[in-house]
């Protein structure tokens, strides 16, 4: 059963940067797309960006993140400059196989997500 663990998450002020990953816990030489979800407090989960196997990205809702992935290091990041306040969510990352899906019910897994509070 793949894994996933995010990390990077903190507290940053308006304006500032993070840079989120996600590794997994076996190799992604495998066919899954990976994609990043957030989910602000009393809203639904959302998609922010998603990358295939072979690098294609789609960006949700106008997302200006950059997504890019290290399949010898099973990692898939997400770097997220000029942070605002409505940036702030809880960050989760997901696989699927094949390819990328703004519906998060099409993805199989789930990593536990990390918090990303953007605030001064």
């Known amino acids: 059963q793949l894994q996933l663990v995010e990390s990077g998450g903190g507290l940053v002020q ?20 990976i994609g990043w979800f957030r989910q602000a407090p009393g809203k639904e989960r959302e ?22 992935r290290d399949n010898a ?11 605002k306040p409505e940036d702030t969510a809880v960050y989760y990352c997901a696989a699927r196989p094949g390819f990328c899906s703004y519906n998060r019910y099409a993805y199989d897994y789930w990593g536990q997500g990390t918090q990303v509070t953007v605030s001064s």
């Open 14 to 33: 308006p304006g500032g940067s993070l840079s989120l990953s996600c590794a997994a816990s076996e190799s992604t030489s495998d066919d899954y797309a």
């Open 73 to 83: 290091k099973s990692t898939v990041y997400l770097q997220m400059n000029s942070l």
């Open 47 to 68: 998609g922010v960006s998603c990358i295939t196997h072979s690098g294609g990205i789609t960006h949700y809702a106008d997302s200006p993140f950059t997504i890019s």
